[in-house]
């Protein structure tokens, strides 16, 4: 089950993919799923936890790289139909949350996290987190996920 966050930009893309969806975050492991959520809700409902969002900082990059692929691969996509398109934003959409979650800074770890984590790394403690950012495409697959980036 992946983060359900609100949309925050429009999407250009509706008429092009049709009822076709790409979806990019954190899949499949309750725990990190759980976590996703934390980092994406912050404070509210988990107390001391800052809202970093990564998901939501990503979704307007990940949208922008969307558009440039589908406008780049728009012959082959009348051409061959759109599989390999969606799954190649999919890809990307995975990259591309990984480099956010990678570059959150701030808020920082307290300095009872960092002396546990030996690093002030907010969004990073063991790799799993990051690793398992992936895109799916009509609900299959998990494009990116394992790779760091």
């Known amino acids: 089950m992946g983060i359900k966050t609100k949309e925050t930009v429009k ?40 809202d970093w969002s990564p998901l939501e900082t990503a979704a307007p990059k990940i949208l922008e790289a969307a558009v440039n692929i589908v406008k780049q691969e728009a012959a082959q996509m009348i051409i ?23 570059g959150i800074k701030s808020p920082g770890n307290k300095e009872s996290t960092i002396k546990k984590k030996g690093f002030d790394n907010p969004m990073v403690d063991s790799g799993k987190f990051k690793k398992a950012a992936s895109g799916k495409v009509n609900g299959v697959g998990t494009f990116g996920k394992g790779k760091l980036g």
């Open 11 to 50: 999407n250009p893309l509706k008429k092009v993919m049709g009822s076709n969806k790409v979806q990019v975050g954190i899949f499949g492991d309750g725990e990190l799923t759980m976590l996703a959520n934390i980092f994406e809700d912050g404070g509210g409902r988990w107390g001391s936890v800052p």
């Open 80 to 102: 061959n139909g759109k599989d390999n398109t969606l799954k190649k934003v999919a890809l990307e959409g995975a990259g591309i949350l990984k480099e956010t979650i990678e």
